[in-house]
């Protein structure tokens, strides 16, 4: 990876002092086409456009995340589910979902405490990498950060 350009813009989420709700029903509703909305669905349905915006933006997406009792933390969590929108990020076919999220390169930093990598326990990783692959997204590198024994 080079250097930034001047042109180059950086967005930067920090999901534990900016949290994103959990997905529940009404959120749900929110995402769904047609319906009437409340005030409140009206700010999720915002709030999920502007992440999927940003991520159609950038060309490199680089996701940082400590292991959270062997998966990602739920802010992560909470702002995939706000990304995966059917008929935004994905779709379905015939021959199961597509990605709509293309050109992208993902780098992921990851850190634990153990030994986890490759293991049954570990299913942050795989997590992570279905849901980019879900959406369009193939990660380009992993980088597996591990507190010395």
Request: glycine share 6%; aromatic share 8%; proline share 6%.
């Amino acid at each position: 990876m080079t250097g930034k350009k001047p042109a180059d813009s950086i967005t930067v989420h920090d999901l534990v002092n900016n949290l994103i709700p959990a997905i529940d029903a009404k959120i749900l509703a929110a995402f769904a086409p047609g319906s009437s909305k409340t005030q409140q669905q009206e700010a999720y349905l915002a709030l999920s456009n502007q992440l999927i915006n940003e991520l159609k933006q950038h060309d490199v997406i680089v996701i940082t995340s400590p292991m959270c009792d062997f998966s990602l933390p739920s802010q992560l969590k909470n702002d995939f589910d706000f990304i995966a929108r059917s008929g935004e990020t994905f779709k379905y076919t015939e021959q199961g979902p597509v990605g709509l999220i293309e050109n992208k390169r993902a780098f992921v930093l990851t850190s634990r405490g153990g030994i986890h990598k490759d293991t049954p326990i570990d299913t942050m990783v795989p997590y992570s990498t279905l849901f980019l692959n879900f959406v369009g997204i193939n990660i380009s590198s992993l980088f597996l950060l591990k507190a010395p024994h």
